[in-house]
Each structure stands twice: as C-alpha cells, then as structure tokens.
C-alpha cells in the first residue's frame, strides 16, 4: 500500500526541489557572471584543487564530482582548451588518465573564489541561524547516506 505524503511532507518535498534547483541555477548563474565558467568546472577545478599533487585520475574525479565519465571527459576538453588542466597517462598501469589542475586553473579558481564564496555567504548562511545551519547539514548528510545506501551496486 501506497504511504502517500502527508501535506506537510508535501510542502517540506517541495521546498526541497526549489531550493535545490535555486542554489544549482543561482549558483551557476553567478559563476558564468563572474567568473565566465559554469558550476561544472568550478566543482572540477576545486575537487582538484583539494586533490594530493593537484591531480586525480579520471575514474575518481568523474565519481566526486558526480558526473559521467563521457560529461567529465568532455568537461576536461573544455579545460584543456583553456589551460586550466591537463591530461597525464597513469605511470602505474598506463590505461587510466590523470585530471592535473594547472597553474593556471588554479589562478582562475582563486580569482572566481572570493565572488563564489560571497554569494554561498549571502544566498545560504546569512539567512539560517547556527542552530539552523547545523539541523541543515545534519538532515542533508542523512537523507544523503540513505540515498547513497539505496544505489544499485
């Protein structure tokens, strides 16, 4: 038997669709503004910023960005394109490729940063109290687990 939503599940289903696709279109939005690069390379460029030695291999970086291997491969062509990152052959089996960021990717990533970041500021966390800010997080990192627990393996 179906549990259908009661009309407050409803409502808090709703405002979660809104303010995810708010935050995805704000964001992007912001990031081709100011910084002329969809979101999509900015979560590339800082994914391999964080990353050891600035470089992850392909396989890895498509999964933390959670792109495509073919969306991700087409996103580095882009990037290659703009000096931003380049490709390196893996020494330990010579199949796999490595995303190395450069130096000036990240140049880049530093200049959209500052903008990026006051955006997050403004649009996010100075409208949520402390309090409100940590029960975010926490139902987020929840519903996540669950949704990654329930993926085919």
């Known amino acids: 038997m179906t549990r259908w939503l009661t009309t407050d599940e409803q409502e808090t ?65 882009r990037l290659e394109d703009r000096g931003w990152v380049k490709r390196r052959r893996c020494d330990s089996d010579g199949r796999g490729w490595y995303a190395v960021l450069t130096d000036a990717g990240f140049a880049a990533l530093t200049a959209a940063a500052p903008a990026h970041v006051g955006y997050v500021r403004e649009m996010v966390f100075d409208t949520l109290t402390e309090e409100e800010q940590h029960t975010l997080r926490s139902a987020a990192r929840r519903i996540v687990a669950g949704m990654r627990a329930a993926e085919p393996a």
Do not use: C, F, K
């Open 13 to 77: 289903w709703r405002a979660l669709l809104d303010l995810n696709r708010y935050l995805a279109e704000g964001t992007d939005r912001q990031l081709q503004r100011d910084a002329g690069m969809p979101i999509a390379y900015y979560a590339i460029l800082v994914t391999l910023s964080e990353a050891p030695d600035r470089q992850m291999r392909m396989s890895a970086l498509a999964e933390a960005v959670d792109g495509s291997q073919s969306r991700l491969s087409h996103a580095v062509s």
